[in-house]
Every structure is written in C-alpha cells, then in structure tokens.
C-alpha cells in the first residue's frame, strides 16, 4: 500500500516527573527532531497526547507523543492513524531498550515487542506486530535493579553525555527512514560500531 502520511509514534510518560526517564528516550527524541522545524507547534489530540505536524519529503508526517502513559500508547496512535488514515504500514514507533548498550540504535520492519508494554499497546491497536520500530538503548540493566524502577529512573550526568549522541542519530535514522525507507535506515544505523 502507498502510504502518503507518517505517524512517528513517540512512546513516553506524560508530567514532570517522568522528563528525563529512561523510559521516556522517545519523547526526548520526538522533541529534538520536532526542534529542527521552527515554524511548527505541538498541537493538543483530543486528550490523548499531542502531535506536530510536518513535511519530511514531500509526505506529510505527525510525531506523536502519546500522553496516556506507557501502557497505552496504542489508544493514541490508532486514533491519530484513523483520523488520518494513516496505515499500520506508516507508523514508526521510537522507543527505549534496555536490552541494547546505551547510546545503541536499531531500525526494525516489525516483530514481537519484546516485553515492552508501550510498543506491545501500539502493535494490540494497530492489530499488528508489524509496526517500524527505532529503539534507543538505556541498557544494560544491572541486576540488583528491577526493569520497572531501571526505566523509570533518572540518567546520571555521564550517561546523559552518552544519550544526546544516540538522540541525535535517531532523529537522522528516522529522517533516513521516512525520506529513503526502512532497508536505508535499517543499513546505515544498524552497524554502528562506535556503540558496543
């Protein structure tokens, strides 16, 4: 199917208190790619989040940052998608991963969420695990520390130096994605070897 319109599905935590938590990587990077076009705004979608709209390549593309927590990314997103009429084909979720290195990107087609609540709503609402995915890893977890309190804590300052690096080369693994496709950005972004 040709899809015109993209979603970038942002997945994070809404309020202050979740800013600059691991779990919240997607936001942070939905934020610096949506910072490189001045002349938009984050506009309010009907309770559920917000979204800023854009031209990347002649398509018309929405980053979206869901804001009805992690565990329901999904109601976000189809939404969005139906209004829209955007596809599951045309949905980019970007989110975090523990089970990458910190600083790590990784484009994939689809496939199983891998436990990660927000990208299992996206897959459960778009009736799909095919759904584009840009992980950004916030790992390894260390295990004296449970996965609900790793993701949901803080980074200390070096790991902040390590992050804003990963961030920047998301944004251009999702550019190269919408601008090129997913083999593209799947072929420049997955090899990285200065992140082991």
Request: proline share 5%; glycine share 12%; aromatic share 10%.
């Given at each position: 199917?040709?899809?015109?319109?993209?979603?970038?599905?942002?997945?994070?935590?809404?309020?202050?208190?979740?800013?600059?938590?691991?779990?919240?990587?997607?936001?942070?990077?939905?934020d610096l790619a949506a910072a490189s076009?001045?002349?938009?705004?984050?506009?309010?979608?009907?309770?559920?989040?917000?979204?800023?709209?854009?031209?990347?390549?002649?398509?018309?593309?929405?980053?979206?940052?869901?804001?009805?927590?992690?565990?329901?990314?999904?109601?976000?997103?189809?939404?969005?998608?139906?209004?829209?009429?955007?596809?599951?084909?045309?949905?980019?979720?970007?989110?975090?991963?523990?089970?990458?290195?910190?600083?790590?990107?990784?484009?994939?087609?689809?496939?199983?969420?891998?436990?990660?609540?927000?990208?299992?709503?996206?897959?459960?609402?778009?009736?799909?695990?095919?759904?584009?995915?840009?992980?950004?890893?916030?790992?390894?977890?260390?295990?004296?520390?449970?996965?609900?309190?790793?993701?949901?804590?803080?980074?200390?300052?070096?790991?902040?130096?390590?992050?804003?690096?990963?961030?920047?080369?998301?944004?251009?693994?999702?550019?190269?994605?919408?601008?090129?496709?997913?083999?593209?950005?799947?072929?420049?972004?997955?090899?990285?070897?200065?992140?082991?």
């Open positions: 199917m040709l899809v015109s319109a993209y979603i970038a599905a942002a997945l994070g935590n809404p309020g202050p208190e979740y800013a600059r938590t691991r779990h919240n990587v997607g936001f942070m990077l939905a076009f001045p002349s938009g705004r984050w506009r309010p979608w009907k309770d559920l989040g917000a979204y800023f709209d854009m031209e990347l390549g002649g398509k018309r593309v929405f980053l979206l940052k869901p804001e009805t927590y992690m565990n329901n990314s999904g109601l976000a997103v189809r939404g969005l998608a139906d209004f829209y009429k955007v596809p599951a084909s045309g949905v980019i979720a970007v989110y975090d991963e523990m089970a990458l290195p910190l600083g790590a990107v990784r484009v994939r087609r689809g496939g199983s969420s891998g436990g990660h609540k927000g990208m299992q709503s996206v897959s459960l609402a778009m009736g799909t695990e095919e759904i584009a995915r840009i992980r950004i890893g916030v790992g390894p977890r260390p295990e004296r520390i449970q996965a609900r309190d790793f993701v949901l804590g803080r980074f200390s300052g070096e790991e902040e130096k390590k992050l804003a690096p990963a961030l920047l080369r998301g944004v251009e693994a999702l550019t190269t994605a919408l601008r090129f496709g997913l083999d593209e950005a799947m072929n420049r972004y997955n090899y990285d070897k200065s992140v082991s």
